[in-house]
Nanobody
Framework: QVQLVESGGGLAQPGGSMRLSCAASGRIVSILEWTWYRQVPGKEREFVASAESVGLTKYDDSVKGRFTASYGYGRNMGHLQMDNSKPEDTAVYYC???????????????WGRGTQVTVAS
């Protein structure tokens, strides 16, 4: 089975930086896309950013120019670099990976359990 584990969350000051990481483990052939979502209590989970293996990245307008989604140098690792953080970035951040599992004939999507990010002075 595939597991995704986020790390790097915590407290950041407004204007500060934080880097979230997501490590995927299991019988993975390749990761086609990393996706980041976030959720605050009482609201739906919302798209933040994504990075595809071919190099394409997408961002929500609220984070464009401040956040960077990327593949890590380590095997099966993705990152979300958060710069110039704002209090409204406070949320639980979830990573997702669209990947091909060893022995499978189609791609599958897996999700981590989330990591809390709080931006406050």
């Amino acid at each position: 089975q595939v597991q995704l584990v986020e790390s790097g969350g915590g407290l950041a000051q407004p204007g500060g930086s934080m880097r979230l990481s997501c490590a995927a483990s299991g019988r993975i052939v390749s990761i086609l896309e990393w996706t980041w979502y976030r959720q605050v209590p009482g609201k739906e989970r919302e798209f933040v950013a994504s990075a595809e293996s071919v190099g394409l990245t997408k961002y929500d307008d609220s984070v464009k120019g401040r956040f960077t989604a990327s593949y890590g140098y380590g095997r099966n690792m993705g990152h979300l670099q958060m710069d110039n953080s704002k209090p409204e970035d406070t949320a639980v951040y979830y990573c997702g990976a669209e990947l091909i599992v060893d022995g499978a004939i189609s791609r599958s999507k897996f999700w981590g359990r989330g990591t809390q990010v709080t931006v406050a002075s």
